[in-house]
């Protein structure tokens, strides 16, 4: 019975973690590059239509990125909005998939030798 007890125990914290876990990480993420870009026109807008037969619009970026060493990636991405100008954006790059994530960032966050590429 005690066993059984602990076992059930040590389940459900696996379980919980598990879920906490979806929760918080980000597996976009992992194992992904990082490169900062800087918006500076607007994305090209397109359109398409879902399967159940509604229409969307994504805009579609191209930058040239910058990693925290100053090396340059050319990078494509597409957003469900149209992103703000002059904003700039830690892109999280996977080689065989593109970019994975986003997210804007400020200017200070930036590493020293991107951001002077940037500017």
Known sequence: ????????IVIVIIIGGGLLATRFINFNRIGADTYYVKIATDGKKT???ASDG??????????????E?????QVELTAQKN???GAYLEVFVKDDKGVTSYQ?????????KAAEKLN
Do not use: C, H
């Not at 066993?3 to 059930?8: H, P, Q, R």
């Not at 509604?54 to 990693?67: A, P, Q, V």
């Not at 804007?104 to 020293?112: L, Y």
């Open 104 to 112: 804007e960032v400020k200017q200070a966050d930036i590493p020293k």
């Open 47 to 49: 359109s398409g239509q």
């Open 69 to 73: 060493d100053g090396k340059e990636k």
């Open 54 to 67: 509604s229409t969307y619009i994504d805009y579609n970026y191209d930058f040239t990125g910058y990693n």
């Open 83 to 85: 992103l703000r100008k």
């Open 1 to 8: 019975m005690k066993k059984s007890m602990i076992a059930l």
